[in-house]
């Protein structure tokens, strides 16, 4: 099926420092959601985007829609210790189906 | 509260038996969705249903068996066909393709 690829797939970074992370797709995306996992639980939405070029933003966190609209990125900044977890984007793709990227797993060290 | 509820959230089945897993939304969304997620892995989606009495398979929808009897409700049920169960496994609930809410997931251990 469709695969949304995500990079990095793991970060070590120490606490303030910034961090991005990218998701693309050989198709074209209607929207893009990026979510937080942490262990045991259920992903958290974090942001959605809806148009090419949209640059939204939710605390220290921003994250933007391609304009190929085949791409989008996410950055924290100035991390700090809660923000360790997994972060997916997501997308729907061919109007119904969601689908989600491979992960990025975040490790921050005081 | 509106939310998402799975249950239970440990669930261990015996090798040839078919389980189900609840999943209950009052948020009165259109569609809903199982995943399943694996140690360290991605989640792939297994079957998903836009209105009721009406279902898609996902990318690994083998062993699975699911239905859509009222809006709020969209059980999954692993059969045993399913040769290796043992996952976490989450469902969501999505309005008008914009956004999607999550359950606290079930996690399915065979014995």
């Known amino acids: 099926g469709q695969q949304l690829n995500q990079s990095p797939q793991s970060m070590f970074i120490q606490e303030g420092e910034d961090v991005s992370m990218n998701c693309t797709s050989s198709?074209?995306?209607?929207?893009w959601l990026w979510y937080k996992q942490e262990p045991g639980e259920g992903p958290v939405l974090l942001i959605a985007?809806?148009?090419?070029?949209e640059l939204t933003s939710n605390g220290r966190l921003t994250a933007q829609f391609g304009i190929t609209r085949k791409d989008s990125f996410l950055n924290i900044s100035a991390s700090i210790p809660s923000d360790v977890g997994i972060y997916f984007c997501a997308g729907y793709y061919n109007t119904d189906k969601l689908i989600f990227g491979t992960g990025t797993r975040l490790q921050v060290f005081p | 509260d509106g939310g998402i509820t799975q249950s239970p959230k440990y669930l261990f089945r015996k090798e040839g038996q078919n389980v189900t897993l609840s999943c209950e939304q009052n948020?009165?969304?259109?569609?809903m969705y199982w995943y399943r997620q694996d140690p360290g892995q991605g989640l792939r989606l297994i079957y998903y249903?836009?209105?009721?009495?009406?279902?898609q398979k996902g990318d690994i929808a083998e062993g699975y068996s699911v239905s859509r009897e009222k809006k709020e409700s969209f059980p999954l049920t692993v059969t045993s066909a399913q040769k290796n169960p043992t996952a976490f496994y989450l469902c969501?609930?999505?309005?008008?393709?914009?956004?999607?809410?999550f359950g606290q997931g079930t996690r399915l251990t065979v014995v």
């Open positions: 969501a609930s999505s309005i008008d393709r914009t956004t999607a809410f």
């Open positions: 249903s836009q209105i009721v009495n009406d279902f």
């Open positions: 948020l009165n969304h259109d569609a």
């Open positions: 985007l809806y148009k090419a070029g």
């Open positions: 198709s074209i995306f209607n929207t």
